[in-house]
């Protein structure tokens, strides 16, 4: 599926349209493009749109935020931008991550082997003026949520 981002406003939208339609957990949704895409910005407004009410920082310097959002959804923001080898996820607890919660997790490619098959690719892709999406569901679940997504419409 791809939708055309033409500003942050549809950036969100998509965002919310994620949350709507988001399954339950354990999910793992790869966020993948250029800096500066949009990936960032995309988690937050699905964090929020999921009920996060706190600040929602880029995980960029720290790895990861966790956001309890309720006691049946926790959700994890993955940055693996900084990550210099795969195997500093072992000593994070990666593994363990994996076992029951959400993943949103940008620069997948950084965790190798690692990384198991995502339900959700988000790629963001800089298109004059704006931005391209495209979603892929890679596993059952992701192709549930797809379907189940209404996607947003520019204004």
């Known amino acids: 599926m791809r939708i055309e981002l033409s500003d942050e406003a549809m950036t969100r939208k998509l965002g919310k349209a ?17 800096l500066g895409a949009g990936k960032s910005h995309l988690a937050r407004a699905l964090l929020k749109k999921l009920g996060v ?8 310097y ?5 956001y309890a959002i309720s006691p049946d959804l926790q959700v994890s923001h993955l940055d693996l931008y900084r990550l210099e080898d795969p195997e500093e996820l072992e000593l994070f607890g990666f593994r363990d991550m994996l076992d029951g919660q959400g993943l949103l997790i940008e620069w997948p490619e950084r965790a190798g082997p690692l990384l198991p098959t995502p ?4 790629h963001l892709m800089w298109h004059d003026p704006g931005r391209i999406c495209a979603l892929s569901a890679q596993t059952e679940k992701g192709d549930r949520w797809l379907s189940e997504m209404k996607a947003p419409k520019s204004t």
């Open 18 to 34: 994620l949350a709507k339609s988001c399954p339950d957990a354990p999910f793992l949704v790869t966020l993948t493009g250029h």
């Open 53 to 60: 009410t706190d600040a929602i920082p880029s995980p960029t």
């Open 62 to 66: 720290t790895l990861c935020e966790t």
């Open 119 to 122: 339900d959700l690719d988000v």
